[in-house]
């Protein structure tokens, strides 16, 4: 079973605020998200990365930076927060990227900008 | 662009009843059309995956199939129980824009009363 981890799993910041979330996979998969859940909405990807050092912009990047430092850690950061950043957000990976590969979540962190 | 709604926000129902969830989807492409269950404090995680119109996915009592003619695809379950509770959304696997990608409707809500 693949393991996705994440932390914090609850965040409160306040406006202007800097943080950083963390994700780490011990499955030796090769791409890592970020996604974000919003009522309404689904997930939407943030970014993404298929390796150390590599990233690669999802669909709603305004606001965030993403760092994959190693093959299991990826990590999300909002170096100015707002409150529309106040959301459900979602690590996970997977080994491919095409029609028949599983994706697998973390948790998720709840973080609150206030 | 590439889409999915997903029309039923929430359904309640009781034991043993039929379920019944469906989505309607858009593309240029040849997708794979996936459905993800999210339990209460978990991350998503895939229930099954149609790789190919009218076939279809099985996995834990649920099918489902797409119909490329009226673009759609449903859930079904003949007997839901109280622990089916969940958030099901319906994904659409998309290769049209260069880049594979998965693409989630909002989300059912399903509630099983006991």
């Known amino acids: 079973e693949a393991a996705v981890t994440q932390s914090p799993r609850n965040k409160v910041t306040v406006t202007g605020g800097n943080v950083t979330l963390s994700c780490r996979q011990t499955n030796s998969h090769n791409y890592m998200y970020w996604y974000r859940q919003d009522t309404g909405h689904g997930l939407r990807l943030i970014h993404y990365s298929y390796g150390a050092g590599n990233l690669q912009i999802g669909d709603v990047p305004d606001g965030y930076k993403a760092t994959r430092t190693t093959q299991e850690d990826f990590f999300l950061l909002l170096e100015l927060a707002s409150p529309s950043q106040t959301s459900l957000y979602f690590c996970?990976?997977?080994?491919?990227?095409?029609?028949?590969?599983?994706?697998?979540f973390g948790k998720g962190t709840r973080l609150t900008v206030v | 662009g590439d889409s999915v709604t997903q029309m039923q926000g929430q359904v309640t129902l009781s034991e043993d009843d039929f379920l019944f969830i469906n989505c309607t989807y858009s593309?240029?492409?040849?997708?794979?059309l996936f459905w993800y269950v999210q339990y209460p404090g978990e991350g998503p995680q895939l229930l099954l995956k149609v790789t190919t119109a009218n076939n279809k996915g099985i996995s834990r009592g649920f099918e489902a199939t797409y119909d490329k003619r009226t673009t759609s695809f449903h859930l079904q379950k003949a007997s839901v129980q109280e622990s089916d509770s969940a958030v099901y959304y319906c994904v659409l696997g998309d290769g049209s824009s260069g880049s594979w990608q998965l693409i989630f409707g909002s989300g059912t809500q399903l509630t099983v009363m006991p």
């Open positions: 593309t240029t492409w040849y997708p794979t």
């Open positions: 996970a990976s997977s080994d491919k990227r095409d029609r028949n590969t599983e994706v697998f």
